[in-house]
């Protein structure tokens, strides 16, 4: 039998991680070879050049990613990044394991991501507004209610989705809410979207300290990054009565053993845009907050963060990741033979934001909408549910959670896809 000839086209150390990943886990399961190229690699990927009329009338060309990672499970879904160091590796590697989520999740829906290489900050209101509506234009073709529902990510927000829904909705000549989803509730966005993956991050730590007989009052907790998903995480758990003990964004971190006024934090953050001169505690390093003794500490950041050398200091009981990819390969074999954290990987861990999305698609495509009392229900009935397969995979095959929760979500993809067979 030929192996197939892999394209270096998302060849980046983010893409290398997610592969590795997908083999070690299709090597436990013994996915049979015939299926495992197709299950890995993904589906189909669109470039676009995006001209942009700057205020003072010039013109810049961003270039922009969609990556479809899988089709066979349902339309493609996943969150739009706008970034400066975005790469189509990263986006790709992102769309795996988006894949892997939502399967895990038993959504109906394949993996995607999208991205923009460009650092919002610099950008003008008019012009981000700009930006979003050419990224929209261009990928019109290639995403729709039944085709690929992007979100928002990392740099991206409801705004930018509402613009995105309304570029949209004008390429068909019609109102068509459902082709993206964390929009404006006026724009038929969900009640619960906005906080959804953070609360669904505190959920869980809540759920697993729980199973750990550590009250979540009085837990300490360290987040590195505190935009949308470490923001909200952050207020949720101080409302389970937790203490948050540190906070950081990319201009610094703020540590106060004696807890941090998380609504004072984010007030000031509001007004200012980040946390520097934050008065709430002493400023230290993103690389101190993740040595600092604790409960628990969310990395609710960027990709690839805890490196072999940092999860050989590490001082928390739990690593809830609320980032994704955010502990390199190499530092996950460094937690496994440590064997005293316990990892809440990913592809579960911030599940909530594509749950809720799917809650607020379904709401879209049916025009009945829920109130945000029922849309955090469902989703804690989720999240429970997928909580509970991945420990009885781990317990039943003496895996760790993340390969657990890797062979689960990897196992239902390529069921559908031998199921459905090979399209000539």
Known sequence: MSK????????????????????????????????????KYPRRCLAVALPIKRDDGTVTVFEGYRVQHNLSTGPAKGGI???????????????????????????????????????????????????????????????????????????????????????????????????????????????GRREATGAG???????????????????????????????????????????????????????NARGIDVKKALAFLQSQKVLRDFDGGEAITNEQLLGLDCTVLVPAALERVITAEIAAGLRCRVLAEAANGPTTFSADKILEQRGDIEVIPDVLCNAGGVIVSYFEWLQNLQNFYWDRDEVLQKLFVILDRAKSSVEYQKRKFKFSRRLAALTLGIQRVAEAKQSRGLFP
């Open 81 to 191: 990044r706008f970034h400066q160091d975005v790469t189509i590796g990263e986006v790709a590697a992102l769309s795996m394991w988006m894949s892997w989520k939502c399967s895990l999740a038993g959504l109906p829906y394949g993996g995607a991501k999208g991205g923009v290489i460009v650092d919002p900050r610099q950008l003008s209101e008019s012009e981000l507004e700009r930006l979003s509506r050419r990224y929209m234009q261009e990928i019109a073709p290639f995403i729709g209610p039944h085709v690929d529902v992007p979100a928002p990510d990392v740099g991206t927000n409801e705004k930018i989705m509402g613009w995105m829904m309304d570029t949209y909705s004008n390429h068909l000549g019609r109102n068509e809410p459902a082709c993206v989803t964390g929009k404006p509730i006026s724009l038929g966005g969900s009640q």
């Open 201 to 255: 991050v505190a959920y869980l730590v809540k759920r697993y300290l729980e199973d750990l007989n550590i009250p979540v009052a009085g837990a300490t907790v360290a987040i590195q990054g505190f935009g949308n998903v470490g923001g909200e995480t952050a207020l949720a758990l101080a409302g389970y009565g937790a203490k948050i003990i540190a906070i950081s964004d990319y201009t610094t971190g703020i540590h």
């Open 4 to 39: 197939a000839i892999v394209s270096s086209l998302y060849d980046s150390d983010v893409f290398k991680m997610a592969c590795r990943q997908f083999d070690q886990a299709a090597d436990a399961i013994s996915l049979p070879e015939e299926i495992r190229d197709r299950t």
